[in-house]
């Protein structure tokens, strides 16, 4: 009997208990909107310095982003007007035993009305970067408090903490707030052509009072499980933001497209499908066609298989070839993998790959999450050999790079023809040679010289065909 009390009165307590933390967190919000002073705040401002990591440059499919100073990070939320302005220098960590060349920038990135560009140094339209600086804005703990607010966000506690979930447009965000109403953890995804609905997550500690405004002096932001950003706070502004225009050269092409394509024949059979930032090499083979990297995302590889559809009628494409698996140089490959071809890169990668394509793909689906299909791969560690009696095509590991460490190029020898992505980027007409030579290239002709390959034109995945003559004087210091 007194068993059963005792039961009993534990039930009533848990009860009780529950209720209560439902009732707390019903209106948790309201606590947060005047432990944060939400309703007085229109913008805010916060000053940070810390380290930024670049997200899709992971030097090899199994390591984290690679790592880049932030003396100063300066990040204006402008709430009422729905705009993020986001400054900074970066500056890339020589990692110990990666050659790299020295790379800093200032980044000058803008959001407003569905709008995202950079000045680098002319304004460039980003669409890329939407998802990114949306959450940037409705992540912050301000923001988050008032976007859950505005958009009937729901409220469950969990494990102490208070759970709260809400909507953007077609981004979902979800939060964890501690009981005084602090914003500890907000959740969110952003599309990737290679990872598809990535996880992005912006943690909060160390809430301390900048000139009346109640604000964490620690972010850390983190993007498909790894570091993105780590920002100490040094100070925080409100209601000081100044509203900003689209630019006209933005407004009149916000979503540049990538889908041009340029058909530059190189040698009889092989030849170069240009037209954007990154190019692909097409490879006439008796029994099938041969592409040199799908680039970018799936608008791009579906408007260069349309272009070889046009050109080549009745021939298949039989093998697409993957350098390395920088986003840049991987993003389209799933385009062709729904369409039945083949996958030659090196085996590192590929077990990447066939992780990094099971998650889910909602916010930006693909012909391959409307059709699922199984990848199939040809791999290799050192040497492959795409025979034909013509074109035959070695694929060729480039080793002791600080760029990849599962990174290849591929050599015609018939043809003389080097075909690499990132090994070596030509500096553009116009632009001032580097006054140290880059230590990637001077790695492609380190391995070049390994490989005993008679090079005479190489085909960058960047930019146009250059003579051996050219790739010689690039190694010279001015």
């Not at 608008?299 to 070839?321: C, D, E, G, T």
Request: aromatic residues 8%; charged residues 20%; glycine residues 6%.
């Amino acid at each position: 009997m007194r068993r059963s009390l005792f039961a009993a009165k534990a039930v009533t307590l848990a009860m009780t208990l529950t209720c209560a933390l439902s009732a707390h967190a019903e209106g948790i919000l309201d606590i947060a909107a005047t432990r944060l002073g939400v309703e007085g705040i229109s913008s805010l401002e916060y000053q940070a310095h810390g380290r930024y990591y670049q997200f899709s440059q992971a030097p090899a499919p199994e390591l984290p982003w690679p790592p880049f100073d932030v003396p100063r990070y300066v990040a204006t939320l402008d709430f009422a007007r729905g705009a993020v302005h986001a400054k900074y220098h970066r500056v890339q960590v020589q990692e110990p035993g990666r050659a790299r060349p020295h790379s800093e920038a200032t980044m000058d990135q803008y959001f407003v009305d569905g709008v995202t560009w950079n000045l680098a140094p002319g304004p460039t339209a980003i669409p890329a970067n939407l998802a990114e600086r949306q959450a940037e804005l409705w992540a912050s703990p301000q923001g988050f408090v008032k976007a859950a607010l505005a958009n009937r966000a729901t409220t469950e506690p969990h494990e102490g903490l208070t759970r709260v979930r809400f909507q953007v447009g077609p981004h979902r965000y979800e939060g964890e707030l501690d009981r005084s109403g602090e914003v500890l953890a907000v959740r969110g995804f952003m599309p990737s052509p290679v990872l598809g609905d990535t996880p992005i997550e912006f943690r909060y500690s160390g809430y301390r009072d900048f000139d009346g405004v109640r604000f964490p002096s620690r972010i850390e932001r983190i993007a498909g499980g790894l570091p993105w950003y780590e920002l100490t706070v040094t100070a925080v502004h409100v209601n000081s933001a100044e509203p900003f225009a689209i630019p006209p050269e933005v407004a009149a092409n916000p979503l540049p497209a990538t889908t041009r394509v340029e058909i530059t024949e190189l040698a009889p059979g092989v030849f170069n499908f240009g037209g954007a930032s990154h190019n692909s090499v097409v490879v006439d083979q008796s029994r099938g066609l041969v592409v040199i990297e799908a680039p970018l995302d799936e608008a791009r590889s579906r408007a260069v298989l349309a272009a070889i559809a046009a050109r080549f009628p009745s021939k298949p494409v039989r093998y697409v070839v993957n350098t390395h698996t920088h986003f840049d140089h991987a993003g389209g490959l799933r385009t062709y993998v729904a369409r039945g071809v083949t996958v030659v890169t090196h085996e590192r990668n590929a077990a990447y790959y066939r992780r990094a394509w099971q998650a889910p793909r909602t916010l930006e689906p693909d012909e391959l999450s409307a059709k699922p299909r199984r990848a199939r791969f040809r791999t290799f560690t050192d040497r492959l050999v795409l025979d034909d009696a013509e074109r035959p095509i070695e694929l060729h590991a480039i080793t002791g790079s600080g760029h990849h460490d599962a990174f290849a190029l591929a050599w015609l020898p018939r043809q003389k023809l080097l075909v690499e992505g990132d090994a070596w980027t030509p500096t553009p007409p116009g632009a001032k040679t580097p006054a140290v030579v880059n230590p990637l290239w001077l790695n492609l002709r380190d391995n070049v010289e390994r490989l005993g390959l008679d090079v005479q034109w190489v085909q960058p995945l960047h930019g146009a065909v250059q003579t051996r003559q050219d790739f010689e004087r690039a190694l010279k210091a001015p």
